[in-house]
């Protein structure tokens, strides 16, 4: 027969039990798992350091981009993402750290694939991509999205009139649905018209596809129309205080015509803002050459969208982050667009790149006073006005009027 009570016996079984808990967590009680330990030894980016760091071609496979870029990109945020050794641990080096971030948007992986291969916590992937995007936008939108100035504008339209045939043109609008993996409690405020959950990049991009403007995180749900309207830029355009140029006339005319974005039939039409004629009634010659010439200028956002699209492939997946850090993460690489494209427009020939001017508020000209134009009625008056310049001969394109006819 037993020596202890039934009381006893439970006490002893309970305190036998909390042994066994403790000693089970003590065993997992770790300060660096094993496999994050041979991070040096076995981790992606110490392997391609040792064998693809130094030859070119391979780089700009693995990080879309050649070393010259990637270490002028460096140079701009290394401060702001370096931390300080321990004597507990070495921190994360800041090549190492764009790297991640680099490898995140390029290949679509997530989180914790990125963890496995790189010999970093997922908790710690998640914090080095937001730090890093962080540091970009910081250190750079500043250069290579600033806002635009008036020589800036007047750059614009001269490069849609000699690559793309529309005078005055000062940009190119539209919105891109950014999928992403529903956030929780939302409803249906990112539910899409075409059934998956997202949140909208509206942008405007110049004549060699690179964004001017950009408007990030609208609901899915919404309509271009409908988040344009909302936008900041289409309450500067109401307010004229985007330091558009004055009106000038189209080559070989002598009437003044504003300077305008071209969209397609999802936004209004305004004097700064010109859409195709509805194409639900039957269309005049002029119209449909009007609507051919937009349409033309017009798909150069579209190919910004290819470009960024092709470029991250993070883009191709239904993105799993909290939309607050989605904003962050596709302003980030709109930012990166820009710099790749810079370097392939501008400097590629030249084989080196020099800081572009940051233009400040300070050297802004001042906003251009309203005027009677700004007036439903006058928006369609100056588009019918490029829809007969289209057709004269000072405006019209061999090429198309040929097609047309």
């Excluded at 994050?36 to 980016?45: Q, S, Y």
């Excluded at 950014?178 to 959950?197: C, D, E, M, R």
Aim: proline share 4%; aromatic share 12%; with cysteine.
């Amino acid at each position: 027969m037993s020596r202890f009570t039934t009381r006893e016996l439970a006490i002893i079984a309970i305190a036998l039990e909390d042994e066994e808990r403790s000693a089970r967590n003590n065993r997992r009680r770790y300060w660096v798992h094993k496999m994050l330990k041979a991070r040096h030894a076995e981790g992606e980016f110490w392997q391609i350091q040792r064998h693809i760091l130094d030859d070119e071609e391979k780089f700009y496979i693995y990080f879309h981009m050649n070393r010259y870029l990637f270490d002028y990109i460096l140079s701009f945020i290394e401060k702001d993402i370096t931390k300080k050794n321990t004597k507990f641990r070495q921190a994360i080096t800041p090549i190492e750290k764009i790297a991640v971030t680099l490898r995140y948007m390029i290949t679509g992986s997530s989180a914790r694939t990125l963890s496995s291969s790189f010999r970093l916590g997922e908790s710690t992937i998640r914090s080095i991509i937001q730090e890093v995007c962080n540091a970009i936008i910081n250190k750079l939108m500043g250069i290579f999205i600033p806002t635009p100035i008036e020589e800036r504008w007047k750059s614009i339209a001269q490069g849609f009139q000699d690559r793309w045939n529309f005078p005055n043109c000062i940009g190119a609008i539209d919105g891109k649905h950014v999928n992403i993996i529903a956030p929780a409690n939302s409803g249906s405020l990112y539910f899409n018209y075409k059934k998956h959950f997202s949140v909208v990049l509206m942008a405007v991009v110049d004549d060699k596809y690179r964004f001017i403007i950009v408007d990030i995180g609208a609901f899915g749900r919404n309509s271009d129309g409908g988040i344009f309207a909302s936008s900041k830029l289409a309450r500067r355009l109401e307010s004229n205080s985007l330091h558009i140029p004055n009106d000038k006339p189209l080559p070989g005319s002598n009437r003044n015509i504003p300077h305008v974005f071209i969209g397609d039939e999802a936004f209004p039409l305004m004097k700064n803002l010109m859409r195709p004629y509805p194409r639900c009634r039957g269309l005049s010659e002029a119209q449909t050459i009007f609507n051919e010439r937009l349409s033309r200028a017009r798909k150069v956002v579209e190919d910004a969208f290819g470009i960024l699209y092709q470029k991250f492939s993070i883009y191709n997946k239904n993105i799993n982050v909290n939309p607050i850090h989605v904003d962050t993460l596709i302003l980030a690489t709109c930012i990166l667009h820009n710099i790749m494209r810079n370097y392939e427009i501008e400097y590629l020939d030249q084989h080196e790149m020099q800081q572009p001017i940051h233009h400040n508020e300070n050297g802004f000209l001042q906003p251009i006073l309203e005027n009677e134009m700004n007036s439903a009625e006058n928006a369609f008056n100056i588009r019918d006005l490029f829809s007969s310049y289209f057709q004269s001969p000072e405006g019209q394109v061999s090429w198309l009027h040929q097609n047309i006819q």
